[in-house]
């Protein structure tokens, strides 16, 4: 296992078309996030999942985002009729959870709505 | 309001000078405050993690502090490969999301 992989690392769409990425997280960690991260900001929170229970979403996270994660293995963010200001990185992170807080980040997927 | 600020925003450096990078943060039951290091057009990669104030941990160059309201990251004797963006965060709940501060841009000149 090398990590958290993340795919596609680029993604250029049109403006009303939809997205989906997906994370792959370290076998073993039960936790999973997704983050986005705008230029010279820190990430910020859009949802996690325990196994395959989504426990949390960020108010950040409108109705045209999804997220799934099926039999708590990878997981799938969906952006619906993107907008430019969907533009940014989206982070996947793992963690063993429990009481370990300590995240392995993916790399990340750019995304530019043109 | 539950906040995380990092200062300066941007610090550039000689190679050789040490310097310190501040993270306050405003959160009820901290429950843990991790520093990050990120390069361009990459994930944050781990670094520290910080339970309880008084708490110290150190990596090569790195040394991390934490109190009650801030933490520090110490660079000493910094050098080119260090230049990147540091990130802090904490983590103030069971589920373990964290609010993240903007980040430290740091330029390490040789």
């Known amino acids: 296992d090398t990590g958290v992989s993340q795919d596609p690392r680029h993604k250029i769409t049109k403006r009303g078309q939809n997205v989906t990425f997906r994370c792959d997280p370290i076998?073993?960690?039960?936790?999973l996030y997704w983050y986005r991260q705008t230029l010279g900001q820190g990430p910020e929170f859009l949802t996690y999942?325990?196994?395959?229970?989504?426990?949390?979403k960020s108010r950040l996270l409108s109705d045209r985002f999804s997220a799934e994660r099926p039999k708590g293995s990878f997981s799938t963010l969906e952006i619906q009729r993107t907008e430019q200001g969907d533009s940014a990185m989206y982070l996947c992170?793992?963690?063993?959870?429990?009481?370990?807080?300590?995240?392995?980040f993916g790399s990340g997927t750019r995304l530019t709505v043109v | 309001e539950d906040q995380v600020t990092q200062s300066p925003e941007a610090l550039r450096l000689q190679e050789g000078e040490s310097s310190s990078l501040n993270c306050s943060y405003t959160?009820?039951?901290?429950?843990?405050l991790f520093w990050y290091r990120q390069d361009p057009g990459k994930g944050p990669e781990f670094l520290f993690t910080?339970?309880?104030a008084g708490e110290e941990k150190e990596k090569e160059r790195l040394k991390a502090t934490l109190t009650k309201k801030e933490s520090f990251l110490h660079i000493t004797a910094p050098k080119p490969e260090d230049s990147a963006t540091y990130l802090c965060?904490?983590?103030?709940?069971?589920?373990?999301?964290?609010?993240f501060g903007q980040g430290t841009e740091l330029s390490v000149k040789p």
């Open positions: 965060a904490v983590a103030y709940n069971q589920g373990g999301k964290l609010i």
């Open positions: 959160v009820s039951g901290l429950r843990g």
């Open positions: 992170a793992s963690s063993p959870g429990g009481g370990s807080y300590g995240y392995t």
């Open positions: 910080l339970y309880s």
């Open positions: 999942f325990q196994n395959e229970a989504q426990l949390e």
């Open positions: 076998s073993e960690h039960n936790r």
